[in-house]
């Protein structure tokens, strides 16, 4: 009688494991993941994409810092010190001004980052808001807007930029709002192609059912799911613009001197190569790090949020 009693209980008590190791993971399952928590997850798997991004916080890092960190001032000179190589005093040599190149790498740095971004800011506000409008009315409204976006692809936008910074003179927010002004076109297309796929969704018919108005359903349900091309797009983008940015300082129509950027930089640097060669090697290492730390990133984020295209 004892031994079945045992076996009872014992029978119960695995029958009871059981009953509660399946009950927690059907609340696993229950519970999932979310998108951006599977991206995070394949993009950790990406190493290439990681060290991309730890790079680029290190930069971001060291030129928000510089001011603490650096014993010299972006605007300090010493004529009688003039061009040195790079020494244990000053890490990356002086130009012929006497002042620490270091320092004006690490200054220079927070403009061209602070151009990338907000500029890159400003075209996606008017690409994204361009792109969803077109793709989701759709019709007359769509065909207009986009052969406006053909119209200006047609324009010499270098010129344009060129013709705002002589105008209304050399202004730093000129500069991101002119550069980020004419950034946009190619997002706006990448949205409205998204748009136009979202549009058919059934969530989409479900909340014009319940009566939502156009822009509650473009802000709470269209925008959102578009969301991950844009952030990939935003990650090229950066180095389109911190290029752009690099070629008008070096035109002399970009940042103005005492400021200094990765690209009047680099135009000091060329013109004086062949006497004093750091100072065009550091800038330019500089620039190239973090466009290609930009590129690395952008590419493993397209393939964390959206797997299949990488595959394929």
């Known amino acids: 009688m004892d031994e079945s009693a045992l076996a009872t209980t014992s029978l119960r008590e695995t029958l009871v494991s059981r009953a509660t190791n399946e009950s927690s993971q059907v609340k696993q399952f229950e519970k999932g993941t979310s998108l951006w928590a599977d991206a995070w997850i394949r993009l950790k798997k990406n190493k290439m994409a990681i060290a991309s991004l730890y790079v680029l916080l290190a930069l971001i890092t060291l030129c928000v810092l510089t001011p603490w960190i650096s014993p010299y001032g972006y605007e300090e000179q010493n004529l009688n010190l003039g061009a040195i190589p790079p020494s244990i005093a000053h890490w990356f040599g002086t130009d012929v001004f006497g002042r620490d190149l270091l320092t004006r790498v690490l200054y220079g740095g927070r403009v061209s980052l602070t151009v990338g971004f907000i500029a890159t800011s400003v075209a996606l506000f008017i690409g994204v808001l361009w792109g969803t409008i077109s793709g989701y009315l759709g019709g007359r409204i769509d065909i207009v807007m986009m052969r406006i976006v053909d119209i200006l692809y047609a324009l010499p936008f ?48 479900a909340a014009l059912s319940m009566g939502l108005s156009t822009p509650t359903i473009l802000r709470r349900h269209v925008i959102p799911n578009t969301l991950g ?13 911190m290029l752009l940015e690099a070629f008008l300082s070096f035109l002399g129509l970009g940042i103005q001197p005492p400021q200094s950027s990765w690209g009047l930089l ?23 790090i973090t466009l290609f730390s930009l590129n690395f990133l952008g590419d493993g984020l397209r393939d964390a949020l959206d797997p299949k295209a990488s595959k394929d």
């Open 266 to 288: 680099i135009s000091y640097g060329a013109e004086t190569m062949e006497d004093y060669p750091w100072m065009l090697i550091f800038p330019g290492l500089a620039l190239s």
């Open 158 to 205: 270098i010129i344009f930029i060129i013709l705002l910074m002589v105008v209304f003179g050399r202004s730093m927010l000129l500069l991101f709002m002119a550069i980020g002004a004419v950034e946009w076109l190619t997002m706006a297309r990448i949205v409205r192609g998204q748009v136009l796929g979202i549009r058919r969704q059934e969530y989409i018919e």
């Open 229 to 241: 091309p844009v952030i990939v797009y935003a990650t090229l983008t950066i180095p389109q613009v």
